[in-house]
């Protein structure tokens, strides 16, 4: 861009806004991101945002048995090294008991309460002296400390929202629901359109501005008297009233409305001489259709069937209105739902499970964002 | 599992194909039935005959999910909570006098004025700074990637946003940190009645900022250089030049993104089921209306009374869409 206009702006000041502007925008996707990857306990006790720095962790370990005890100038002694010393990982602080667990630094020796004095080392290596009585008990004293754990990433999250969280179930069949409720509409809408832009018939347009005052129907409306309508169609075959070709059913209803308008719009702005040659050569309008307008149509179909893919895979609505909750039913949507509601504070449940309902999506988004674009431009400004 | 994904498979082509055969049988079906023959009424018959078997079966489903369920919903307005008796106004009387219904009113005002209002201003102003910015391209990407982002997806990601712990442990929802960080109390923010309102709205900006900054962003590109220019040569300022050039000449658009995100903000249901479903003062029309529909045994009839509701604002877009479309089509 060279407009001039552009050049007395400054533009650093531009940039800057649009740097924060963007960060705003990335920030909450990122928290879920990188919260879905990190190990469930540190989730729970620090920020996301902390993940990439160590955390203090503060637990014990036992010495070894009094049994080894040796006796010294300074009184009974216990020595030895704690398993913390192998990891490599910082020994912070420590102390001996839980009411004071970080009583001294590493390296330095502390008089505890009972007069009993406690060295530990980087190493881990420890010495427990007790000047006036011998160690008694069946087990190793204990003795606390902080540590700083470094930075841990796991998919163990992942794993068990699979499982666990039932979202492995609910990924196929969500794939079940959008598929033909994508296909389907499509086809559809695409002969609709043909119809509607090159078919001359009795009430064309009337017929087509009717179906621009659909496009703003509110699904709303038209829940109860379907689901009553389902029911009894249900109760007179005998068959269950929520299932699959229910939802197809219903998905492929309320995307009509915007996809005959969209392709109806594209396929008006083909050449006239084209279709008009081809009939007057003797092809029939389904020839017409199927040879030469269906295949100059692909870039309006792809961008209906991306809108519609999207609408379909990312709707709750509809889902728990026209399909069972049961395991062989539940879309991604409604078990992250139910997620929300029984799971409500386990963060590494619900950000993995977030995730996997939005990675598909995501993908055919950023792959064909252009079609995308397109699509929704053609859809609003004309 | 691999039993199901067959079935799922066997679906799913028995629904396409199903769709295909119908359209290819239907017009071998006309083309036999009416005969080969090019005499002159037969060829017109068939060519009256054809559109319908194009159109048929979308207007079919249109009807049939769309226009007919109005009506009945509107019939079942007016009768008791399992349709079986006739209230007459009883459904609507209630309606205006339940104090949820009026805090439910205010809060789709609320939404109405500020969702539209602020996606329509950030996505204008995030489309002028990113067509002068070197990595635009990019930037516009990550501000549109929540467009593909389902609803319940974004509300786990704002909730987790919004996340409290109890005073004295580590925050680890972003929002409470901060107010940590800046001396403030942290919040059970969801529960903050009025203002967990705007909380909601904030996630469905956050997705539609993104579809305003695209459309603004053709529209901006189809300012005509020249206006600009002459402005420029007038000595005009760039701030004269965008608020008495630019803007005028893509208010329509404009006009056209605000009215969009309104009516999906009408519809906005999603969020506030996942978020708080209509507690601490949150509801809005689409979710009251589901939650009469399932609550206890439900109430069709205070449902269908909601829908209307929220039929009848919808209405004049309506309206206005056709109105548009008419002028065009005449403009043709």
Known sequence: MSKPAQRTLPRLAAGAALTCLVILWVIPTLGLLVSSVRDKDALAQSGWWTAMSDSTQTVFERTEHPDTQIETEQGWVLEGRLEIGATGYDILRFG???????????????????????????????????????????????????????????????????????????????????????????????????????MPFRGRDWLFAGVIGLLVVPLQTSLVPLLRLYSDVGNFFGFEAKGYVGVWMAHTGFGLPLAIYLMRNYMKSLPKDLIECARVDGASHFEVFVKIVLPLSVPALASFTIFQFLWVWNDLLVALVFLGQAEDQIVLTAQLRALLGTRGSNWEILTSGAFITIILPLIVFFSLQRFFVRGLVAGSVK | MSEHITSAIIAIAIGV???????????????????????????????????????????????????????????????????????????????????????????????????????????????????????????????????????????????????????????????????????????????????????????????????????????????????????????????????????????PTVVVVWTTIAILVLKVFDIVLAMTNGQWETQVLANLMYDWMFRGAGDFGRGSAIAIVLMLSVVPIMIWNIRRFRQEELGR
């Open chain 1, 96 to 198: 001996g008991s839980q009411r004071d667990p970080a009583a001294g630094a590493v390296g330095e020796t502390v008089t505890l309460k009972n007069g009993n004095q406690l060295t530990v080392n980087a190493d881990g290596s420890y010495r427990f002296v007790s000047p006036e009585k011998p160690w008694k008990g069946s087990r190793g004293k204990r003795i606390f400390f902080s540590y700083a754990q470094p930075p841990e990433f796991t998919l163990e999250n992942y794993q068990e929202v699979l499982t666990k969280g039932r979202l492995g179930q609910a990924f196929i069949n969500t794939l079940t629901v959008t598929i033909p409720a994508t296909v389907i509409p499509v086809l559809m809408a695409a002969f609709a359109a043909y119809a509607f832009s090159w």
């Open chain 2, 17 to 251: 194909f199903g769709i295909l055969a119908y359209f290819w049988i239907s017009n071998a079906l006309l083309d036999g039935f009416i005969g080969r023959s090019k005499r002159a009424n037969k060829e017109v018959l068939r060519e009256q005959i054809r559109p319908w078997l194009f159109v048929g079966p979308a207007l079919f489903f249109l009807f049939l999910y769309l226009v007919y369920p109005v009506f009945e919903t509107l019939w079942l307005s007016f009768k008791d909570e399992n349709s079986s008796q006739f209230v007459g106004f009883d459904n609507y009387l209630w309606l205006f006098k339940d104090p949820e219904f009026h805090t439910t009113l205010r809060n789709n005002v609320l939404w109405l004025l500020v969702v539209p209002t602020l996606s329509t201003l950030f996505g204008l102003v995030i489309a002028v700074l990113a067509d002068r910015s070197r990595w635009g391209t990019l930037a516009k990407s990550l501000i549109f990637m929540p467009m593909a982002i389902s609803f319940v997806g974004a509300s786990v990601i704002w909730k987790f946003v919004y996340h409290y712990n109890g005073e004295g442990d580590v925050q680890i929802g972003i929002l409470n940190a901060l107010m940590v960080a800046l001396g403030a109390e942290p919040q059970f923010w969801l529960s903050v009645p009025f203002w967990n309102n705007l909380l909601l709205m904030i996630i469905l900006v956050w997705i539609q900022t993104g579809f305003a900054m695209v459309i603004l962003g053709a529209a901006l590109r189809g300012v005509p250089e020249e206006t600009i220019e002459a402005a420029i040569i007038d000595g005009a300022n760039e701030l004269q030049i965008f608020f008495k050039i630019t803007i005028p000449q893509i208010m």
